[in-house]
Structure formats: C-alpha cells, structure tokens
C-alpha cells in the first residue's frame, strides 16, 4: 500500500496570495498517478489535476500541479475567494488507491 | 451531460442490512470504473474499492473487503454498496464516482455522485 502524507494540514492564507500545498508517498507513485481534489463544505470533491500535472476539464489555470517519484505538490497562484476548501491528493498507480488526509486552505 | 444520481439518505439501526444505489447516465455505463468512497463525519476521504459494471470485475480496498460489498448492474447502468449488518463506526457520506478514462482501473475519479448519507444508530 502507498500511504500519502498531506502537509501542512492547515494552510492560512490571504486573497490573492500563492499558495502551495504538499503531498508525499510513502513509495514512488507509478506513471506520476497522482490526483488532486477539491472539496468544499457541503459538496462532493471535484478533480483538478490528474497525471500529477494535467488540469481536468474546466479547471482554471491558478491551479497548477508538479511532482513525481514520492513528493508532489499543487500550487494555486493567486488565491480566490472561492479557492478556500480542504485539498486531497490521491495515488492511483497501484491498488489500493489512498487518499492523503487533506489540507485545509482558509482564509487568514 | 455525465450524471451520477445516489439514492436517498438512510437512517438505520446496528445490526440492520442497507443497499444504496448509484445511477449513471450521459455515457456508455460498461465501459468506465465505479469507484466508492467514504467520507465519515468531520473527516478525509477513503477508498473503499472499484467496479467494472460491464464484468462485475471488483477491487477492494483491504480496509473494506469483508465490510461491504460492491456490485451493479448493468441493464439498469447502477452500481450498489451494500452492507449485511451495520454498524455504528458505519455512520457517514458515501460517494460514487467515475473513472475519468475507459477500461482501466487505476484511474483517478472525475464525475461524483452527490452522495448517500448513512446513520446507523440505536
């Protein structure tokens, strides 16, 4: 099984600041299989980068993901207000799947 | 449009059995993975395991095998999760979701379901 670990867990940060959240695996994560979610209270998550660093559809490009082997990292460039959610990363280069614990990015 | 439409909330007691339904549309159903993830109250997301609803071919993850079991049909284009005895640890949102690509499993999830929620308690 590949572990992820999400850091920080809490991230405050203010309106049009960079923000840069982190992901590491416990094992390197083949093929770069690594995704990362949005999810905001009340609602289901939502895929905004897949293959460590391509955007899903419709996604906007504040969002930009880098990575491979074991440390992955999604960074928003300039931060919206609608941006403030928690982040998940998740490996899907082997089975089972693992979801990282999430970080928290609020408004500071 | 690609669609995934969970059934209803659930309240039940421990002890009692429960099947919750996820319906896709907007695609051909057989050919993308149907994965299933839990969120409990308050807390991350966990992969419970993935479905090809054109061959019933499953994965579990080992955290779930034995606790639940996945399984569609596919002349309806639902996937199911169902459990033969609840309990309280049970209690949480349950989500579907799509692969974003055909025929593999190792695939991350695109399109969501807007989740079942699940309470189990006496």
């Known amino acids: 099984e590949i572990v992820l670990t999400q850091s920080p867990g809490t991230l405050s940060l203010s309106p049009g600041e960079r923000a840069t959240l982190s992901c590491r695996a416990s094992?390197?994560?083949?093929?770069?299989?690594l995704a990362w979610y949005q999810q905001k209270p009340g609602q289901a998550p939502r895929l905004l980068i897949y293959?460590?660093?391509s955007r899903a559809t419709g996604i906007p490009d504040r969002f930009s993901g880098s990575g491979s082997g074991t440390d992955f990292t999604l960074t928003i460039s300039r931060l919206e207000p609608e941006d403030f959610a928690v982040y998940y990363c998740?490996?899907?280069?082997?089975?089972?799947?693992?979801f990282g614990q999430g970080t928290k990015l609020e408004i500071k | 449009e690609v669609q995934l439409v969970q059934s209803g909330a659930e309240v039940k007691k421990p002890g009692e059995s429960l099947k919750i339904s996820c319906k896709g549309s907007?695609?051909?159903?057989?050919?993308?993975?149907i994965g299933w993830v839990r969120q409990m109250p308050g807390k991350g997301l966990e992969w419970m395991g993935i479905?090809?609803?054109?061959?019933?071919?499953?994965r579990y993850s080992p955290s779930f095998k034995g606790q639940v079991t996945i399984s569609a049909d596919k002349s309806l284009s639902t996937a199911y999760l169902q459990w033969s005895s609840l309990k309280a640890s049970d209690t949480g949102m349950y989500y579907c979701?799509?692969?974003?690509?055909?025929?593999?499993?190792?695939?991350?999830?695109?399109?969501w379901g807007q989740g079942t929620l699940v309470t189990v308690s006496s």
């Open positions: 479905i090809q609803p054109g061959d019933s071919d499953i």
């Open positions: 907007g695609y051909s159903f057989t050919t993308y993975w």
């Open positions: 979701a799509r692969a974003r690509r055909p025929y593999g499993d190792l695939e991350c999830l695109q399109y």
């Open positions: 998740q490996q899907y280069g082997s089975s089972p799947s693992f």
């Open positions: 293959g460590a660093s």
């Open positions: 094992q390197s994560v083949s093929s770069s299989y």
